[in-house]
């Protein structure tokens, strides 16, 4: 069985948004990109998330193979009344954090940007509004000791358990999880890259 032509690079490890380009019908690679993830002195959250999803599409394309491909990188984070929540620091940071998005409403934003076989580059920024329910600190203690905030934005995952902590949302539910599908697709094609939805 002959392997498929791959179309992009996706610069993330994140299993979430390999299983969405998987659902896109997206053939890709993903890699694994460093970069200091730590918010500039008075960043805007939306510039914040560009930079971020900009320097990861920089990182990848300099390791592209020489046939080239496509690079897709993304950044998601939580804001909270105009402040960066990253990912928690251990346990106890976790249920700060999840203490203070209890009973109240925050923002989810992913910068999405690829760069083209012709080295051109499109951004895209989408926010969604997240409202949390009222949390105990019990219930917040339980999910914790769980381990899934981790190694997420705002200290859920709103694809698994955290979808219990939240009431509603506002907007693109995959931008939550991690990357926006439509503002994608339109990015995708854009470069040119196929996908399930191509129109031949």
């Keep these: 069985m002959t392997a498929p032509i791959i179309d992009l690079l996706l610069a993330s490890r994140s299993p979430r948004r390999a299983e969405f380009l998987r659902t896109l019908g997206v053939a890709f690679e993903p890699v694994d ?3 200091d993830e730590r ?6 959250p939306a510039a914040y998330v560009r930079r971020l999803a900009c320097g990861k599409a920089r990182a990848a ?12 990188a993304a950044d998601t984070t939580v804001v909270l009344g105009g ?3 990253g990912k928690p620091a251990d346990a106890a940071d976790a249920c700060v954090m999840l203490a203070r998005l209890a009973g109240r409403a925050h923002e989810v934003l992913t910068g999405v940007a690829l760069i083209d076989l012709r080295g051109e580059q499109q951004v895209a ?8 329910r009222t949390l105990t600190a019990a219930e917040i203690a339980a999910y914790v000791a769980l ?10 995952g709103i694809q698994g358990l955290g979808g219990a902590l939240v009431s509603r949302i506002e907007g693109s539910y995959s931008n939550v999880v991690g990357l926006p599908l439509a ?15 191509t129109v031949s």
Aim: proline share 7%; net charge negative.
């Design 125 to 132: 920024v989408v926010s969604t509004r997240v409202m949390f």
């Design 83 to 85: 402040e960066i929540l």
């Design 39 to 44: 918010p500039l002195p008075a960043e805007e």
């Design 183 to 197: 503002e994608t697709l339109a990015l995708l094609d854009a470069a040119g890259v196929r996908h399930a939805l």
């Design 33 to 35: 990109v460093a970069i």
């Design 61 to 72: 394309s300099a390791r592209r193979p020489a046939r080239g491909l496509a690079v897709l």
């Design 147 to 156: 381990g899934e905030p981790a190694d997420k934005a705002g200290s859920y």
